[in-house]
C-alpha cells in the first residue's frame, strides 16, 4: 500500500486527486492539506510514501517547500503553470501533472511511483535486514548517545518532535520525529500501529478491539489501533493466527 497525501490550496483541485486516488487500490489518502505547513505537521507524524503536490501556494510554494524537507517522500507536482516543469524534474520528482489532470495520466505518473517504491521497498527490507544483525541502535539523549537494545523496548510513543521509547525498566527520549525513528527499525521487531504509537511486535499479549496490549511494569497497557494502520497490523496477526 502507497500512504499519499495531497497538498493544494484548491478545493475543486484536491477533490479531483482524491477521486482518481479512490480508483487505485494501492493508494491509502492520508491527509488533504490546503499548504505546506499543514503537510509538514503531517510528514513528523505519518509515514507517507507519496505526495501530490501544488507548486503555487500562498505561503510557502510548493518547490521551497520541499526543498526545505530533509527527508521528503516521493513527489507528483500538480500545477496549472507548465514553467515549473523544469525545476520539478530537477527537484527528483516522479511527475509533473498539468491541471486539469486526465485519469489516464494521473495513471501513468502513479505507474512510476509504485515502481520506485516497490525498488524502495526492497531497498529498505534489505537495510532492515542488515540492522537486526546488531539487534540495537543508538539515539541521541541527554547529550549523548544511548543503545537501545531491541528486545527491551516495549513501545514507542510519539510527542510532537520528541519520541519516548519505553523500555522494560526505564524510557528513553530523543529528539526527532516518529516517521525518522521508524525508518531506521526492523520492520520483523517493529509495527506501526498509529500516528502516535510504533510496538515492538514481540510484546504484544492481545489485541482487544481497537487496542493493542502490552505489560508495562507488570500492568496491563492499552495502545490505541488507528483506522490507517489497521488492516496491516490485523495482516500481520492472520498470519501468525491458528
Do not use: W
Not at 507528483?76 to 491541471?99: C, M, Q, S
Amino acid at each position: 500500500m502507497i500512504r499519499t497525501i495531497i497538498v493544494d490550496d484548491e478545493p475543486l483541485a484536491q477533490d479531483v486527486v482524491e477521486t482518481y486516488i479512490s480508483r487505485i487500490p494501492e493508494l491509502e489518502l492520508v491527509a488533504k492539506c490546503n499548504n505546506a505547513l499543514e503537510a509538514n505537521e503531517v510528514l513528523k507524524s505519518e509515514r507517507i510514501d507519496l505526495m501530490f503536490l501544488d507548486i503555487q501556494m500562498p505561503q510557502l510554494t510548493g518547490t521551497d517547500f520541499l526543498k526545505s524537507l530533509p527527508h521528503p517522500p516521493m513527489v507528483i507536482f500538480t500545477t496549472a503553470y507548465p514553467n515549473y516543469a523544469l525545476e520539478g524534474f530537477e527537484l527528483d520528482a516522479i511527475d509533473y501533472l498539468l491541471k486539469p489532470i486526465s485519469f489516464e495520466r494521473f495513471m501513468k505518473a502513479v505507474n512510476k511511483a509504485s515502481e520506485q517504491h516497490e525498488l524502495h521497498h526492497h531497498a529498505g527490507n534489505q537495510q532492515a535486514s542488515d540492522s537486526e544483525e546488531g539487534d540495537f541502535i543508538f539515539v541521541k539523549a541527554d547529550k549523548k548517545l544511548v543503545k537501545v537494545n531491541f528486545q527491551e523496548v516495549l513501545y514507542i510513543e510519539g510527542l510532537k518532535d520528541y519520541v519516548i521509547i519505553r523500555l522494560e525498566k526505564s524510557r528513553v527520549i530523543t529528539l526527532q520525529t516518529m516517521k525518522s525513528l521508524e525508518d531506521k527499525l526492523p520492520v520483523s521487531y517493529f509495527k506501526r500501529i498509529h500516528r502516535s504509537y510504533i510496538v515492538n511486535i514481540n510484546r504484544i499479549d492481545a489485541i482487544v478491539g481497537n487496542m493493542v496490549e502490552v505489560q508495562e511494569k507488570g500492568v496491563a497497557k492499552h495502545l490505541p489501533i488507528g483506522k490507517n494502520y489497521r488492516d496491516e497490523l490485523l495482516e500481520l496477526v492472520n498470519k501468525n493466527r491458528i
